[in-house]
Nanobody, 126 residues
């Protein structure tokens, strides 16, 4: 049984930083691309970032480009999201997800992912 567990969320002031982690069990993530999405209250779940199976390719949503960094440690079966220069509009529940494939050119699309975590809340105060 595959499980993704996010952690590292919390309350932070605008301009601050947080590092999210996603530990995966039941699946060796070195064979799969991984991604992060977020969902604010009353809004759609939006793409944040994606990383290929070996970390060689990354992609970011326009609103986080240059501020967020996705990385992975396949030995630890863990994916990270470093979030810097946080803004109030970054407030959301952040979800980790595992792709069907090593990588997908449609990595921004939720349909490219077949396993999801339960999410971790990030709240940025202005």
């Amino acid at each position: 049984q595959v499980a993704l567990v996010e952690s590292g969320g919390g309350l932070v002031q605008a301009g601050g930083s947080l590092r999210l982690s996603c530990v995966v069990s039941g699946r060796t993530i070195s064979y799969y691309g991984m991604g992060w999405f977020r969902q604010a209250p009353g809004k759609e779940r939006d793409f944040v970032a994606a990383i290929s199976w070996n970390g060689g390719r990354t992609a970011y949503g326009d609103s986080v480009e240059g501020r967020f960094t996705i990385s992975r440690d396949n030995d630890k079966n863990t994916v990270y999201l470093q979030m810097n220069s946080l803004k109030a509009e970054d407030t959301a529940v952040y979800f980790c997800a595992s792709m069907f494939l090593l990588w997908s050119d449609s990595n921004y699309d939720r349909s490219s992912y077949n396993y999801w975590g339960q999410g971790t809340q990030v709240t940025v105060s202005s």
